[in-house]
Nanobody, 123 residues
Framework: VQLQAFGGGLVQAAGSLTLSCVVS????????MAWFRQASGKEREFVAV??????NTDYADSVKGRFTISRDDAAAYLIMDKLKPEDSAVYYC???????????????????WGQGTQVTVSS
């Protein structure tokens, strides 16, 4: 299984971007899919997750109400609205076969990772 993330770019504050994570060889619905981000000099942090089977979602407090995670058979998506300069980071998608776990906000829960896509929000 390979994940390919794309859709990053440069956007002004309050703007929007949509990231995509294409899943090869399997359906995106076969996995719990998540987005993480890593700003320069910081650790990788959880952003959003969508559970396999149920489709339930969860978000980091910092992005609730602004970001939306979704998926179809081919890919997972992160719709980012009202972007802030502090959202600037490399965004990574990740996948796991877990249905649910209290570790889903941790990088260690995920087996597959995309290559990352840079998001830069200018003030």
């Amino acid at each position: 299984v390979q994940l390919q993330a794309f859709g990053g770019g440069l956007v002004q504050a309050a703007g929007s971007l949509t990231l995509s994570c294409v899943v090869s060889e399997r359906r995106a619905r076969d996995f719990t899919m998540a987005w993480f981000r890593q700003a320069s000099g910081k650790e990788r942090e959880f952003v959003a997750v969508i559970m396999r089977s149920s489709g339930n979602t969860d978000y980091a407090d910092s992005v609730k109400g602004r970001f939306t995670i979704s998926r179809d058979d081919a890919a997972a998506y992160l719709i980012m609205d009202k972007l802030k300069p502090e959202d600037s980071a490399v965004y990574y998608c990740a996948a796991t076969a877990l249905y649910w776990s209290n570790t889903l906000k941790s990088t260690g829960a995920y087996t597959y990772w995309g290559q990352g896509t840079q998001v830069t929000v200018s003030s």
